[in-house]
C-alpha cells in the first residue's frame, strides 16, 4: 500500500470518527442529563410500564445548549410540527424515537433518541444529534405542554407517558372515573401519596391515541394536575425533571397495588380518613 493511499484511509477515518463524535462529549452536565433520562426509562421496562415500544419522553434540555451546540448542523430534513408553538423558539429537546424501546433506550440512550432545535418559525424542527432517530409520533402533543409550561413559567421541562399496570387496570372501572374519585381512594392508601403527588390524578376518558382531541383534552387537564390519566391507555405526567414526572406516577402506582392487593385479599381497604388526610395536608404544608 502507497504512502498517499495510506495517508488518504488516515484521514478518512479520522473525518468518520469526528462524524461519530456523541454530543455528549465534553458536556457532563447534559450527558448528566440523558443518563437520568436512560436510568427513568430502564424503571419504566423493569416495572412492566413499557411493553414494546410502549410510551414516551421528552426533555427540554435548552439550558444545555452551548454556542457550538446552537451551532451544530442539522442531520435531518425540517420536519414539521403541525402546530406553531411560540414559546418553543430556539428550544432543544430530547425525544425518545418513535418504534424505539424502553428497554433499549434505557442502554443506549442516543441510538434510540435524538435531540431536535425547534426552529424559528416555531412550527418545525431539525434533528441535530447524534442520528437522525425520527421523534415519537406523539411529539406534538409533548411539545404542546412544553410550550404552555414555558408560558406559564413553572419550570416543568419534561413529559412521561407510560403504560402503569394497577393504574390501568383501576381506569376500566366507571366508578373511579368521576372528578377526583380515584385520586381520593389512591391518596388514602399510604400518606406518601398525596405528599409526593399532591396534586392527584386527573382523568381523560377514552380518546384515540396519539390524536389531537386527546393532546388538548390532556392540556386541560394538566391546568390542575401533574399526572393525567387516560382512561383504559395509560397516563402522562410532567415534572420538573424526569425523575420528578417518575416519582409521581410510582407513588401512585404503589397506592393502586396496595387498593388491588386488598381487593384480592377480600376486603375493601378502609384507607386514611378526611381527618387523616386533612390532618396531614396542614401538617406538609400541601395543596387542597
Known amino acids: 500500500m502507497s504512502k ?13 470518527r469526528k462524524e461519530m463524535k456523541s454530543i455528549l462529549e465534553g458536556r457532563p452536565a447534559l450527558k ?9 426509562a430502564g424503571y419504566l421496562w423493569q416495572n412492566g410500564w413499557a411493553e414494546r415500544n410502549g410510551g414516551n419522553i421528552t426533555v427540554n434540555i435548552t439550558e444545555y445548549a452551548d ?18 408553538l411560540p414559546a418553543l423558539k430556539g428550544c432543544y429537546f430530547y425525544c425518545k424515537g418513535t418504534g424505539k424501546r424502553m428497554r433499549d433506550l434505557a442502554r443506549w440512550p442516543m441510538q434510540n433518541g435524538s435531540v431536535i432545535r425547534i426552529l424559528d418559525d416555531c412550527a418545525s424542527y431539525v434533528i441535530i444529534a447524534d442520528e437522525a432517530v425520527m421523534p415519537t409520533s406523539e411529539l406534538p402533543s409533548h411539545l404542546i405542554v412544553h410550550a404552555k ?14 403504560h402503569p399496570i394497577e393504574l390501568v387496570a383501576m381506569s376500566h372501572n366507571r366508578e373511579f372515573l368521576g372528578k377526583d374519585v380515584l385520586t381520593r381512594i389512591l391518596w388514602s392508601m ?6 409526593f403527588c399532591p396534586l392527584g390524578l386527573g382523568i381523560v376518558p377514552y380518546t384515540l391515541p396519539g390524536s389531537n382531541e386527546l393532546a388538548e383534552a390532556t392540556l386541560k387537564e394538566l391546568e390542575d394536575y401533574d399526572v393525567v390519566m387516560w382512561e383504559k391507555h395509560g397516563v402522562f405526567a410532567k415534572g420538573t425533571d424526569v425523575m ?13 397495588k396496595i387498593y388491588i392487593d386488598a381487593r384480592c385479599m377480600g376486603f375493601e381497604p378502609e384507607g386514611m380518613s378526611d381527618e387523616q388526610m386533612a390532618e396531614m395536608t396542614r401538617a406538609f404544608n400541601l395543596p387542597r
Not at 150 to 161: M, S
Not at 190 to 195: R, S, V
Not at 244 to 256: G, H, N, P, R, Y
Open 4 to 16: 498517499g493511499i495510506l495517508k488518504y484511509l488516515c484521514i478518512a477515518l479520522e473525518n468518520n
Open 32 to 40: 448528566a442529563e440523558i443518563e437520568k433520562i436512560a436510568e427513568v
Open 67 to 84: 454556542d457550538e451546540l446552537r451551532q451544530l448542523p442539522a442531520i435531518s430534513d425540517v420536519k414539521q410540527i403541525g402546530i406553531t
Open 149 to 162: 409550561q414555558i408560558e406559564k413559567g413553572t419550570g416543568y421541562k419534561a413529559t412521561v407517558h407510560t
Open 190 to 195: 399510604i400518606p406518601e401519596t398525596k405528599a
Open 244 to 256: 420528578d414526572a417518575f416519582d409521581q406516577i410510582d407513588v401512585l402506582s404503589k397506592s393502586a
